[in-house]
DNA sequence: TTAAAAAGCTGACACATATCAGCTTTTTCA
DNA sequence: TGAAAAAGCTGATATGTGTCAGCTTTTTAA
């Protein structure tokens, strides 16, 4: 959790070429680069607690963190999962409000924490880059609205359907039978992904692996039959 | 659907003071008035499709209007109620995307379209429009985890009374005994709301009714006992 | 005014999913 | 290395909610 030596220049950055830093002059990459802390985090560390005031942005150069916020039933309802490029956080600094979600490491992460000044600085001194902001905003207001309408409407066997082929396009790398999703989580992720409880997921991918729609390698998952997944995930496919 | 000739310009309308018009240079204002069209809706009209392309956006002068996605199910999830002074449709339009949702109206409406041009050129001239702007869509984030977060950890009846609670904030009005919801949704649209069936809401409604938390006046939702309502939709309340 | 359509309501029923409990396996870390 | 903790798994069970069907009431519009 302390800063380390080995800090990336944001001019240098390869992650930044996924962000939304891309396309940012370097000056004001330099005015970052001199205002940001670079900092490892080691899986299950917390980047930030839900309630808490954001005093900046955290941007991903490597690993795998999970947004969630937790219901009053304890469970955690997973809101995304951000991997290098992302930015975290940002949406309640610019909301000035509170962090509505809390954010822990998911694969050993290393994130650069930016000022709250410098992001803002760079915000309003950059006009496109404002632009870019506004409209990825816009963008994962449109998957929630998306994501809302499933939990509402879908069947759990469904949406875990839906989950596996998403993870599957993000974290997928094709192997020689099926396509593995390169990532480990445990089944409680999982339900958290789905917005279930542990068990049914536990109970589901059982289901899903005697149906040859999936198999497992140690703790990764490997999709065997994407169109079966897909004809399951929709209505009554 | 036609233009009305009773036009309301932006400079002088009330509506525009409770919205994120307000604090919008008078300039700016004319060349909007200029550039917009006044058109009344009637009840059950549609606004726009989802999956159709934004040519700008609609900002309502009066009534109301529902924001839903069509599930693959057929049944409608109501992503939010869209009051005077509410901007519809400039999330699709600044994500660069086809609507993510449609919207008729469900009260009588006076709804002013701008174009597109218009609107994206007050956004990049005024940096404080555009920042407010980049606010209100945050907090909107914001708002979607928070729903999404309920739908999948709470139950339905839970949900329904806070759908009540809310709607009560939003159109309640005082009377002797308790709080009009002053509002006419049908019991179909109340279940979009709350994500449920319709046949749930009916008989959760007259099981809140027999517990005396609320009472039906015509078509519309007395609101008696708020406390009631708060500990039923808090888990286990 | 009246027929048709929409909305509201109720009962019966099925079942997907949550919960609880107990167990095994894997991982963690002292 | 070995004990404790976490994760994974399975079975039994309860139940909330969706679905379907049929009916009444209200609203709409011809």
Same mark, same amino acid.
């Given at each position: ?24 002059? @370097? ?40 947004? =969630?916020?937790? &219901?009053? +039933? ?7 999962? &951000?991997?290098? *490029?992302?930015? !975290? ?8 409000? #509170?962090? #509505? ?20 600085? $760079?915000?309003?001194?950059d006009t496109a880059f404002?632009q870019r $902001?506004?409209?990825?905003?816009? +963008? ?20 875990? &359907? =839906? ?9 997928? %790398?094709?192997?020689?039978? *099926?396509?593995?999703?390169?990532? $480990?989580?445990?089944?409680?992720? %999982?339900?958290?992904? $789905? *917005? ?8 589901? !991918? #059982? ?17 065997? @039959? ?10 009554? *496919?």
């Amino acid at each position: 959790m302390k800063s380390q030596p080995k800090s990336i220049a944001c001019e240098l950055c390869v992650s930044r070429k996924f962000s939304l830093f891309a396309g940012v002059s @370097d000056q004001h990459l330099c005015h970052i680069t001199d205002n940001k802390n670079f900092i490892s985090h080691k899986k299950g560390q917390i980047l930030f607690y839900e309630g808490t005031k954001p005093m900046g942005i955290f941007c991903i150069n490597e690993g795998i963190v999970k947004v =969630f916020k937790t &219901a009053s +039933n304890g469970k955690e309802q997973i809101i995304r999962l &951000a991997q290098k *490029g992302d930015f !975290l956080g940002y949406t309640s600094l610019l909301g000035e409000e #509170s962090y #509505s979600s809390s954010a822990t490491i998911v694969e050993d992460a290393k994130i650069c924490f930016i000022p709250r000044e410098s992001f803002l600085k $760079v915000l309003s001194d950059d006009t496109a880059f404002h632009q870019r $902001v506004t409209k990825a905003i816009c +963008n994962d207001l449109g998957i929630m609205e998306e994501k809302l309408t499933d939990a509402t409407q879908k069947s759990i066997r469904e949406r875990l &359907a =839906f989950t596996l082929l998403k993870l599957s396009e993000t974290y997928g %790398i094709d192997g020689q039978e *099926g396509q593995k999703i390169d990532i $480990v989580l445990t089944r409680e992720e %999982i339900a958290g992904l $789905v *917005g279930t409880a542990t068990e049914t997921v536990i109970r589901l !991918l #059982s289901e899903f692996k005697k149906d040859e729609l999936i198999d497992f390698e140690g703790k990764k998952i490997i999709v065997l @039959d994407k169109k079966g997944l897909a004809r399951l995930s929709d209505f009554y *496919g």
